[in-house]
C-alpha cells in the first residue's frame, strides 16, 4: 500500500513542479511521476534532516520541499536528454 501511496504522491508532486515550472516541459506522464517520486522522497529526507518532518496538520515544509526537489530533478533530466521545448512568440 506504501507503493501506491508513494506512485500518487509522486505524480502529484511531479504535476506541481511542472505547473510552477516556466515554459513547456517535453516530458512524459511516466517521467513526471519517476521525477515527482524522486522529488517526494528527497523532500522527505530533506525535512527529516531539517527536522521539520513531523508537523502538526498538512505538512506544508516537505510539499514545498518536495516540489522544489522535484523542479530540479525535472530541470536536470530535460538538461541531459536536452527535451527543453520552451518557445517564445
Known sequence: MELIGLIIFGAVIGA????FMKGD????ILWTIILGVLGALAGHFLAGAL????????DWIRWAISIVAAILFIS???G??????????
Do not use: H
Not at 506541481?16 to 505547473?19: G, K, N
Not at 516541459?25 to 512524459?28: E, R, S, T
Not at 527536522?51 to 498538512?58: A, F, K, L, N, Y
Open 16 to 19: 506541481l513542479a511542472r505547473l
Open 25 to 28: 516541459q517535453n516530458l512524459g
Open 51 to 58: 527536522g521539520v518532518e513531523d508537523t502538526p496538520g498538512i
Open 76 to 78: 536536470i533530466y530535460l
Open 80 to 89: 541531459i536528454t536536452n527535451k527543453n521545448t520552451t518557445r517564445r512568440r
